[in-house]
Protein backbone atom coordinates (compact mmCIF):
# COMPACT_ATOMS: atom_id res chain seq x y z
CA UNK A 1 0.00 0.00 0.00
CA UNK A 2 2.16 3.27 -1.40
CA UNK A 3 -0.82 6.03 -0.27
CA UNK A 4 -0.17 7.97 2.70
CA UNK A 5 -2.77 8.86 5.40
CA UNK A 6 -3.46 11.88 6.89
CA UNK A 7 -3.97 11.09 10.37
CA UNK A 8 -5.90 13.63 12.59
CA UNK A 9 -3.42 12.71 15.55
CA UNK A 10 -0.22 10.62 15.56
CA UNK A 11 -0.98 9.73 19.14
CA UNK A 12 -3.82 7.45 20.72
CA UNK A 13 -6.02 11.16 21.26
CA UNK A 14 -9.51 11.14 20.58
CA UNK A 15 -12.38 12.66 21.25
CA UNK A 16 -15.45 10.65 23.09
CA UNK A 17 -17.96 9.42 21.10
CA UNK A 18 -21.06 7.50 21.60
CA UNK A 19 -18.54 4.39 23.00
CA UNK A 20 -18.21 1.31 21.21
CA UNK A 21 -20.46 -0.89 24.25
CA UNK A 22 -21.47 -3.46 22.15
CA UNK A 23 -21.48 -1.66 18.55
CA UNK A 24 -18.75 -4.47 17.41
CA UNK A 25 -18.69 -3.04 14.04
CA UNK A 26 -15.66 -1.29 14.94
CA UNK A 27 -13.60 -3.75 15.65
CA UNK A 28 -13.33 -4.83 11.90
CA UNK A 29 -10.63 -5.24 9.94
CA UNK A 30 -12.51 -6.98 6.65
CA UNK A 31 -15.85 -5.73 5.42
CA UNK A 32 -17.84 -8.90 3.70
CA UNK A 33 -19.39 -7.06 0.33
CA UNK A 34 -22.34 -9.49 -1.05
CA UNK A 35 -22.57 -9.88 -4.95
CA UNK A 36 -26.30 -9.59 -5.52
CA UNK A 37 -25.88 -10.50 -9.05
CA UNK A 38 -24.56 -13.62 -7.29
CA UNK A 39 -26.65 -14.08 -4.68
CA UNK A 40 -29.21 -17.07 -4.94
CA UNK A 41 -31.83 -15.50 -3.25
CA UNK A 42 -31.66 -12.09 -4.94
CA UNK A 43 -30.69 -13.83 -8.37
CA UNK A 44 -33.79 -16.27 -8.41
CA UNK A 45 -35.91 -13.66 -6.08
CA UNK A 46 -37.32 -16.20 -3.78
CA UNK A 47 -36.48 -17.47 -0.03
CA UNK A 48 -33.56 -19.74 -0.22
CA UNK A 49 -30.24 -20.59 0.38
CA UNK A 50 -29.60 -18.43 3.58
CA UNK A 51 -26.32 -20.25 4.37
CA UNK A 52 -24.90 -16.15 5.44
CA UNK A 53 -27.64 -16.04 7.56
CA UNK A 54 -27.50 -19.97 9.34
CA UNK A 55 -23.11 -19.50 9.50
CA UNK A 56 -23.17 -16.03 11.05
CA UNK A 57 -21.96 -16.45 14.97
CA UNK A 58 -23.72 -12.80 15.53
CA UNK A 59 -26.69 -12.98 13.79
CA UNK A 60 -26.34 -9.78 12.07
CA UNK A 61 -27.00 -10.78 8.42
CA UNK A 62 -31.30 -10.67 7.59
CA UNK A 63 -33.22 -13.55 6.37
CA UNK A 64 -34.46 -11.63 3.34
CA UNK A 65 -34.14 -12.10 -0.53
CA UNK A 66 -31.55 -9.39 -0.60
CA UNK A 67 -29.82 -10.61 2.34
CA UNK A 68 -28.64 -7.23 4.19
CA UNK A 69 -25.28 -7.42 6.51
CA UNK A 70 -25.37 -5.19 9.77
CA UNK A 71 -21.99 -3.24 9.57
CA UNK A 72 -23.28 -2.00 13.06
CA UNK A 73 -22.01 -5.02 14.37
CA UNK A 74 -20.56 -7.41 11.89
CA UNK A 75 -17.04 -8.45 13.24
CA UNK A 76 -15.61 -9.02 9.65
CA UNK A 77 -14.73 -12.58 10.47
CA UNK A 78 -15.86 -14.20 7.17
CA UNK A 79 -17.33 -16.73 7.98
CA UNK A 80 -20.10 -16.00 5.48
CA UNK A 81 -17.89 -15.49 2.54
CA UNK A 82 -16.20 -19.09 3.52
CA UNK A 83 -19.91 -20.64 3.93
CA UNK A 84 -21.74 -19.11 0.53
CA UNK A 85 -22.31 -21.64 -2.03
CA UNK A 86 -21.65 -19.32 -4.90
CA UNK A 87 -18.73 -16.67 -3.93
CA UNK A 88 -20.36 -14.03 -3.81
CA UNK A 89 -19.27 -12.42 -0.40
CA UNK A 90 -16.33 -10.83 -0.81
CA UNK A 91 -14.19 -9.67 1.93
CA UNK A 92 -12.59 -6.09 1.40
CA UNK A 93 -9.70 -4.34 3.44
CA UNK A 94 -11.47 -1.83 5.78
CA UNK A 95 -8.52 0.24 5.11
CA UNK A 96 -9.13 0.51 1.81
CA UNK A 97 -12.18 1.50 2.25
CA UNK A 98 -11.31 4.33 4.49
CA UNK A 99 -8.46 5.34 1.90
CA UNK A 100 -11.33 5.27 -0.72
CA UNK A 101 -13.58 7.58 1.66
CA UNK A 102 -10.59 10.07 1.82
CA UNK A 103 -10.32 10.46 -1.89
CA UNK B 1 28.71 30.54 40.01
CA UNK B 2 31.11 27.53 41.31
CA UNK B 3 29.66 25.39 44.15
CA UNK B 4 30.36 22.29 45.86
CA UNK B 5 27.50 19.62 46.43
CA UNK B 6 26.68 16.47 45.93
CA UNK B 7 25.42 14.80 42.69
CA UNK B 8 22.29 14.35 43.90
CA UNK B 9 21.93 17.90 44.69
CA UNK B 10 23.58 18.79 41.23
CA UNK B 11 20.27 16.74 39.86
CA UNK B 12 18.04 18.32 42.39
CA UNK B 13 18.94 21.79 41.92
CA UNK B 14 18.69 21.25 38.18
CA UNK B 15 14.76 20.35 38.43
CA UNK B 16 14.65 23.24 40.71
CA UNK B 17 16.13 25.74 38.04
CA UNK B 18 13.56 23.66 34.94
CA UNK B 19 10.92 24.84 37.37
CA UNK B 20 9.06 21.50 37.40
CA UNK B 21 5.48 21.70 38.50
CA UNK B 22 5.12 18.29 39.24
CA UNK B 23 7.26 15.54 41.35
CA UNK B 24 6.23 11.87 42.60
CA UNK B 25 9.13 9.83 44.21
CA UNK B 26 9.63 7.09 46.20
CA UNK B 27 13.44 6.90 48.14
CA UNK B 28 15.48 4.63 47.32
CA UNK B 29 19.42 4.29 47.73
CA UNK B 30 21.41 6.06 46.35
CA UNK B 31 18.35 8.35 44.66
CA UNK B 32 17.07 9.31 48.06
CA UNK B 33 19.04 12.44 48.94
CA UNK B 34 17.67 13.71 45.71
CA UNK B 35 14.28 13.33 46.72
CA UNK B 36 14.90 14.32 49.78
CA UNK B 37 16.32 18.00 48.52
CA UNK B 38 13.09 18.17 46.23
CA UNK B 39 10.98 17.77 49.41
CA UNK B 40 13.06 20.52 51.16
CA UNK B 41 13.05 22.71 48.10
CA UNK B 42 9.13 22.71 47.67
CA UNK B 43 8.46 22.72 51.09
CA UNK B 44 10.70 25.84 51.84
CA UNK B 45 8.65 27.57 48.78
CA UNK B 46 11.97 28.08 46.58
CA UNK B 47 10.16 25.71 44.53
CA UNK B 48 6.80 26.45 42.82
CA UNK B 49 5.75 22.59 42.82
CA UNK B 50 3.53 19.97 43.68
CA UNK B 51 5.65 17.82 45.39
CA UNK B 52 3.68 14.16 45.89
CA UNK B 53 4.74 11.63 48.13
CA UNK B 54 3.74 7.92 46.90
CA UNK B 55 3.55 4.56 48.40
CA UNK B 56 5.58 2.76 45.21
CA UNK B 57 7.72 3.66 42.35
CA UNK B 58 5.09 1.98 40.34
CA UNK B 59 2.39 4.93 41.60
CA UNK B 60 5.31 7.69 41.40
CA UNK B 61 5.22 7.23 37.72
CA UNK B 62 1.79 6.66 37.87
CA UNK B 63 1.58 10.33 39.26
CA UNK B 64 3.89 11.68 37.13
CA UNK B 65 1.86 9.89 33.79
CA UNK B 66 -1.19 11.59 34.97
CA UNK B 67 0.54 15.21 35.81
CA UNK B 68 2.86 14.85 32.13
CA UNK B 69 -0.85 14.28 30.75
CA UNK B 70 -2.58 17.58 31.80
CA UNK B 71 0.31 19.44 30.28
CA UNK B 72 2.82 19.83 33.78
CA UNK B 73 6.43 19.87 33.54
CA UNK B 74 6.76 16.23 36.01
CA UNK B 75 9.77 15.21 37.09
CA UNK B 76 10.22 11.43 39.08
CA UNK B 77 14.31 9.68 40.27
CA UNK B 78 14.99 5.96 41.22
CA UNK B 79 17.31 3.61 41.09
CA UNK B 80 17.68 -0.21 40.67
CA UNK B 81 14.82 -2.29 41.64
CA UNK B 82 12.50 1.18 42.09
CA UNK B 83 13.02 1.24 38.52
CA UNK B 84 12.06 -2.25 37.51
CA UNK B 85 8.99 -1.90 39.58
CA UNK B 86 7.85 1.16 36.96
CA UNK B 87 8.65 -1.21 34.24
CA UNK B 88 5.05 -1.41 33.20
CA UNK B 89 4.73 2.12 33.89
CA UNK B 90 7.86 3.39 31.85
CA UNK B 91 6.64 1.50 28.75
CA UNK B 92 2.99 3.15 29.62
CA UNK B 93 4.73 7.11 29.13
CA UNK B 94 6.62 6.11 26.30
CA UNK B 95 3.81 5.12 24.52
CA UNK B 96 1.91 7.97 25.74
CA UNK B 97 4.39 10.55 24.63
CA UNK B 98 4.92 11.98 27.36
CA UNK B 99 7.53 14.41 28.22
CA UNK B 100 8.34 13.15 31.84
CA UNK B 101 12.08 13.40 33.44
CA UNK B 102 13.63 11.13 35.49
CA UNK B 103 17.15 10.64 37.18
CA UNK B 104 17.95 7.13 37.65
CA UNK B 105 20.74 6.68 40.05
CA UNK B 106 22.74 3.48 38.67
CA UNK B 107 22.43 1.04 40.88
CA UNK B 108 22.81 -3.13 40.73
CA UNK B 109 19.51 -4.81 40.47
CA UNK B 110 18.30 -7.90 43.60
CA UNK B 111 18.81 -10.44 43.56
CA UNK B 112 21.31 -10.84 45.96
CA UNK B 113 20.68 -7.29 47.03
CA UNK B 114 22.77 -5.12 46.71
CA UNK B 115 23.27 -1.15 46.91
CA UNK B 116 26.47 0.08 45.03
CA UNK B 117 26.87 0.77 41.71
CA UNK B 118 26.48 -0.78 37.98
CA UNK B 119 24.90 -0.19 34.96
CA UNK B 120 21.97 -3.62 34.92
CA UNK B 121 18.74 -0.97 35.91
CA UNK B 122 19.04 1.47 33.06
CA UNK B 123 20.04 -0.64 30.38
CA UNK B 124 17.75 -3.82 31.06
CA UNK B 125 14.84 -0.59 30.38
CA UNK B 126 16.42 -0.02 27.17
CA UNK B 127 13.55 -1.19 24.71
CA UNK B 128 11.07 0.75 27.18
CA UNK B 129 11.17 3.52 24.47
CA UNK B 130 13.02 5.97 26.87
CA UNK B 131 15.79 8.57 25.84
CA UNK B 132 18.95 7.10 28.22
CA UNK B 133 21.63 9.91 28.64
CA UNK B 134 24.49 9.06 30.75
CA UNK B 135 26.51 11.77 32.77
CA UNK B 136 30.16 11.46 33.81
CA UNK B 137 30.82 14.33 36.35
CA UNK B 138 28.30 16.75 38.64
CA UNK B 139 28.22 19.53 35.73
CA UNK B 140 26.95 16.81 33.32
CA UNK B 141 23.98 15.79 36.12
CA UNK B 142 22.77 19.22 36.38
CA UNK B 143 23.50 20.20 33.04
CA UNK B 144 21.78 17.08 31.24
CA UNK B 145 18.58 17.77 33.47
CA UNK B 146 17.75 20.96 31.86
CA UNK B 147 18.78 19.24 28.73
CA UNK B 148 16.64 16.24 29.44
CA UNK B 149 13.58 18.35 30.15
CA UNK B 150 13.95 20.45 26.59
CA UNK B 151 14.91 17.22 24.93
CA UNK B 152 11.70 15.65 26.13
CA UNK B 153 9.38 18.25 25.06
CA UNK B 154 10.85 18.92 21.55
CA UNK B 155 10.21 15.36 20.75
CA UNK B 156 7.11 14.21 23.31
CA UNK B 157 9.72 11.36 24.56
CA UNK B 158 10.25 11.09 28.14
CA UNK B 159 14.29 11.38 29.03
CA UNK B 160 16.41 9.29 31.48
CA UNK B 161 19.15 11.00 32.69
CA UNK B 162 21.72 8.39 34.26
CA UNK B 163 24.42 8.74 36.57
CA UNK B 164 26.31 6.43 38.60
CA UNK B 165 25.16 5.58 42.35
CA UNK B 166 27.70 6.90 45.27
CA UNK B 167 30.30 7.10 42.68
CA UNK B 168 28.54 10.27 41.12
CA UNK B 169 26.02 10.71 43.98
CA UNK B 170 26.98 10.55 47.11
CA UNK B 171 30.53 12.81 46.13
CA UNK B 172 31.11 15.97 46.57
CA UNK B 173 32.34 18.12 43.36
CA UNK B 174 32.53 21.13 42.25
CA UNK B 175 30.42 22.52 39.89
CA UNK B 176 28.82 25.59 37.70
CA UNK B 177 25.24 26.44 38.77
CA UNK B 178 23.97 27.68 35.83
CA UNK B 179 22.14 31.02 35.73
CA UNK B 180 18.60 31.30 36.53
CA UNK B 181 18.36 33.67 32.80
CA UNK B 182 20.27 31.47 30.88
CA UNK B 183 18.05 28.66 32.10
CA UNK B 184 14.65 30.48 30.79
CA UNK B 185 16.73 31.70 27.39
CA UNK B 186 17.86 27.24 27.12
CA UNK B 187 14.43 26.09 28.18
CA UNK B 188 11.64 27.96 27.48
CA UNK B 189 8.10 27.24 29.76
CA UNK B 190 6.69 23.92 28.66
CA UNK B 191 3.43 24.39 25.93
CA UNK B 192 2.43 21.30 25.38
CA UNK B 193 1.10 20.69 22.07
CA UNK B 194 -1.86 18.40 23.67
CA UNK B 195 -2.84 18.51 27.32
CA UNK B 196 -5.95 17.09 29.37
CA UNK B 197 -8.70 19.79 30.20
CA UNK B 198 -11.90 19.17 32.41
CA UNK B 199 -13.94 21.39 30.10
CA UNK B 200 -12.66 19.63 26.52
CA UNK B 201 -12.95 15.63 27.48
CA UNK B 202 -10.87 13.74 25.48
CA UNK B 203 -9.37 9.63 24.88
CA UNK B 204 -6.09 9.22 25.90
CA UNK B 205 -4.60 5.29 24.82
CA UNK B 206 -7.85 3.46 24.65
CA UNK B 207 -7.77 -0.15 23.26
CA UNK B 208 -6.17 0.55 19.25
CA UNK B 209 -7.35 -2.14 17.44
CA UNK B 210 -4.92 -3.51 14.90
CA UNK B 211 -5.50 -1.62 12.26
CA UNK B 212 -6.24 2.08 11.48
CA UNK B 213 -9.92 3.08 11.82
CA UNK B 214 -11.90 6.00 11.52
CA UNK B 215 -12.67 8.14 14.52
CA UNK B 216 -16.07 9.27 15.87
CA UNK B 217 -15.48 12.46 13.56
CA UNK B 218 -15.07 9.85 10.70
CA UNK B 219 -11.04 10.63 10.25
CA UNK B 220 -9.07 8.15 9.93
CA UNK B 221 -7.19 7.31 13.38
CA UNK B 222 -3.86 5.64 13.59
CA UNK B 223 -3.86 1.81 14.37
CA UNK B 224 -1.25 0.48 17.30
CA UNK B 225 1.46 -0.10 14.65
CA UNK B 226 1.47 3.26 13.68
CA UNK B 227 1.36 4.97 16.77
CA UNK B 228 4.73 2.35 17.71
CA UNK B 229 6.39 3.52 14.46
CA UNK B 230 5.82 7.01 15.33
CA UNK B 231 7.73 6.31 18.75
CA UNK B 232 10.66 5.21 16.55
CA UNK B 233 10.66 6.89 13.79
CA UNK B 234 10.93 10.28 16.88
CA UNK B 235 13.41 8.66 18.94
CA UNK B 236 15.78 8.25 15.87
CA UNK B 237 14.71 12.03 14.45
CA UNK B 238 15.30 13.04 18.07
CA UNK B 239 19.52 12.41 17.24
CA UNK B 240 18.96 15.44 15.33
CA UNK B 241 17.51 16.97 17.85
CA UNK B 242 20.07 16.46 20.81
CA UNK B 243 22.72 17.70 18.52
CA UNK B 244 20.77 20.82 17.82
CA UNK B 245 20.19 21.24 21.74
CA UNK B 246 24.21 20.86 22.47
CA UNK B 247 24.82 23.41 20.07
CA UNK B 248 22.19 25.55 21.62
CA UNK B 249 23.10 24.75 25.02
CA UNK B 250 27.06 25.57 24.43
CA UNK B 251 26.26 28.82 22.89
CA UNK B 252 24.19 30.02 26.31
CA UNK B 253 26.45 28.50 28.75
CA UNK B 254 29.86 27.54 27.16
CA UNK B 255 29.97 23.97 27.89
CA UNK B 256 29.47 20.76 26.65
CA UNK B 257 29.66 20.06 23.09
CA UNK B 258 29.84 16.70 22.74
CA UNK B 259 25.63 15.17 21.84
CA UNK B 260 27.31 11.47 21.58
CA UNK B 261 30.35 10.86 22.14
CA UNK B 262 32.91 12.59 24.63
CA UNK B 263 36.38 12.24 23.27
CA UNK B 264 39.75 12.35 25.15
CA UNK B 265 43.13 11.60 22.97
CA UNK B 266 41.25 9.83 20.91
CA UNK B 267 42.10 11.88 17.75
CA UNK B 268 45.52 10.13 17.02
CA UNK B 269 44.74 7.10 19.03
CA UNK B 270 44.89 3.63 17.28
CA UNK B 271 43.11 2.16 19.93
CA UNK B 272 39.61 3.70 21.66
CA UNK B 273 38.53 2.58 25.11
CA UNK B 274 34.62 3.49 25.19
CA UNK B 275 32.32 3.21 28.01
CA UNK B 276 29.19 5.13 29.46
CA UNK B 277 29.15 7.77 32.67
CA UNK B 278 31.38 8.08 35.27
CA UNK B 279 34.45 5.25 34.42
CA UNK B 280 35.47 6.86 30.98
CA UNK B 281 36.45 10.07 33.01
CA UNK B 282 38.26 7.60 35.46
CA UNK B 283 39.84 6.36 31.97
CA UNK B 284 41.16 9.25 31.32
CA UNK B 285 44.16 9.09 34.03
CA UNK B 286 44.96 5.34 32.46
CA UNK B 287 44.87 6.29 29.01
CA UNK B 288 47.38 9.46 30.44
CA UNK B 289 49.47 6.78 31.81
CA UNK B 290 49.52 4.63 28.15
CA UNK B 291 50.64 7.47 26.29
CA UNK B 292 53.82 8.00 28.11
CA UNK B 293 54.43 4.11 27.21
CA UNK B 294 54.12 4.69 24.23
CA UNK B 295 50.77 3.07 23.66
CA UNK B 296 48.50 5.29 20.78
CA UNK B 297 45.37 4.70 23.26
CA UNK B 298 41.97 7.27 23.89
CA UNK B 299 38.70 7.00 25.55
CA UNK B 300 35.29 8.23 24.68
CA UNK B 301 32.39 8.30 26.94
CA UNK B 302 29.37 7.99 25.09
CA UNK B 303 26.48 10.24 26.43
CA UNK B 304 23.58 8.87 24.42
CA UNK B 305 22.48 5.01 24.79
CA UNK B 306 18.92 5.13 23.14
CA UNK B 307 18.41 6.42 20.50
CA UNK B 308 21.48 4.57 19.50
CA UNK B 309 23.88 7.20 18.06
CA UNK B 310 25.13 4.29 15.39
CA UNK B 311 26.20 6.96 12.90
CA UNK B 312 28.03 9.04 15.16
CA UNK B 313 29.60 6.13 16.18
CA UNK B 314 30.57 4.39 13.02
CA UNK B 315 32.27 7.62 11.80
CA UNK B 316 34.01 8.10 14.78
CA UNK B 317 35.71 4.67 15.25
CA UNK B 318 35.42 2.95 11.56
CA UNK B 319 39.05 3.81 11.12
CA UNK B 320 40.39 2.91 14.40
CA UNK B 321 42.63 -0.72 14.68
CA UNK B 322 40.72 -1.13 17.54
CA UNK B 323 37.60 -0.47 19.87
CA UNK B 324 37.60 -1.53 23.46
CA UNK B 325 34.42 -1.55 25.29
CA UNK B 326 33.69 -1.37 29.50
CA UNK B 327 30.26 -2.07 30.87
CA UNK B 328 29.38 -2.29 34.05
CA UNK B 329 25.85 -4.45 32.64
CA UNK B 330 25.50 -7.52 30.87
CA UNK B 331 22.81 -9.02 28.43
CA UNK B 332 23.01 -12.50 30.33
CA UNK B 333 23.34 -15.45 28.17
CA UNK B 334 24.87 -12.98 25.29
CA UNK B 335 27.31 -10.33 25.64
CA UNK B 336 27.76 -6.72 26.69
CA UNK B 337 24.68 -4.79 25.51
CA UNK B 338 26.18 -2.04 24.43
CA UNK B 339 29.27 -4.07 22.72
CA UNK B 340 26.59 -6.00 20.55
CA UNK B 341 25.43 -2.52 19.95
CA UNK B 342 28.67 -0.84 18.67
CA UNK B 343 29.48 -3.87 16.95
CA UNK B 344 26.26 -3.80 14.53
CA UNK B 345 26.99 -0.05 14.05
CA UNK B 346 30.58 -0.78 12.59
CA UNK B 347 29.46 -3.71 10.53
CA UNK B 348 28.30 -1.95 8.12
CA UNK B 349 32.10 -0.28 7.43
CA UNK B 350 34.38 -2.34 5.38
CA UNK B 351 37.28 -1.21 7.25
CA UNK B 352 36.26 -1.65 10.81
CA UNK B 353 38.09 -2.11 14.24
CA UNK B 354 38.32 -5.25 16.30
CA UNK B 355 36.21 -4.63 19.09
CA UNK B 356 36.88 -6.46 22.81
CA UNK B 357 33.95 -6.57 25.71
CA UNK B 358 35.09 -6.38 29.13
CA UNK B 359 32.61 -6.62 32.03
CA UNK B 360 33.56 -5.01 35.08
CA UNK B 361 32.04 -2.76 38.36
CA UNK B 362 29.00 -5.36 38.93
CA UNK B 363 27.69 -4.79 42.39
CA UNK B 364 30.70 -2.13 43.05
CA UNK B 365 33.75 -4.13 42.45
CA UNK B 366 35.81 -1.90 42.79
CA UNK B 367 37.50 -0.99 39.62
CA UNK B 368 41.31 -0.66 39.53
CA UNK B 369 43.50 1.75 37.58
CA UNK B 370 45.98 -1.20 37.84
CA UNK B 371 43.67 -3.62 36.10
CA UNK B 372 42.11 -1.01 33.28
CA UNK B 373 46.18 -0.63 32.51
CA UNK B 374 46.39 -4.48 32.10
CA UNK B 375 43.52 -5.28 29.93
CA UNK B 376 44.21 -2.07 27.82
CA UNK B 377 47.80 -2.98 27.74
CA UNK B 378 47.12 -6.69 26.21
CA UNK B 379 44.14 -5.53 24.20
CA UNK B 380 46.03 -2.63 22.24
CA UNK B 381 47.54 -4.91 19.78
CA UNK B 382 47.64 -5.24 16.06
CA UNK B 383 47.08 -9.14 16.07
CA UNK B 384 43.85 -8.40 18.77
CA UNK B 385 40.89 -9.88 17.51
CA UNK B 386 37.01 -9.69 17.80
CA UNK B 387 35.41 -11.47 20.84
CA UNK B 388 32.13 -12.90 20.83
CA UNK B 389 32.39 -13.78 24.69
CA UNK B 390 32.94 -10.80 27.11
CA UNK B 391 35.94 -11.32 29.46
CA UNK B 392 35.62 -10.09 33.24
CA UNK B 393 37.83 -7.72 34.78
CA UNK B 394 38.60 -8.38 38.66
CA UNK B 395 37.02 -11.24 39.16
CA UNK B 396 37.59 -13.52 41.97
CA UNK B 397 37.26 -17.62 40.89
Given at each position: MEKEFKFACKKSHSEPGPGDGGRTGSWRVLRPIIDYEKCIPAKKNKKACF???????????????????????????????????????????ETLLIMEKEE | MYIIESGNVAAALGVKLAEAAVIAAYP????????????????????????????????????????????????????????????????????ARLPIVMCVVNRGIGAPWTVWNDHQDSISQRDAGWIQLYACDHQQIIDSVLKAFRLAETVSVPVMVCYDGYILSHTYMPFELPEADQVKKFLPAFTPEYFLDPACPKNLNTVTLPDIRPDVRGNAAPGYMEIRHNLHTDMRKSLDVITDIEKDFKEIFGRGGYPFIEPYRVNDADYVALCMGSLSYHLRDVIDMLRDEGIAVGVAGLRVYRPFPDKAIADAFAHKKGLIVFEKALSYGNQGALFADVKAALYAKADRPFVRNYILGLGGREIQTSQLADVLRSSCRPSSTTTDTPEWIGLKL
Open positions: SCWLFCPDGVITKTKMPAIDLEYCKGCGICAEECPTGAITMVE | ITPQTPLTEKLSELVDAGEMDAQYIPVESEHSALAVCIAASSTGSRTFTATSANGLLYMNEQLHWAAG
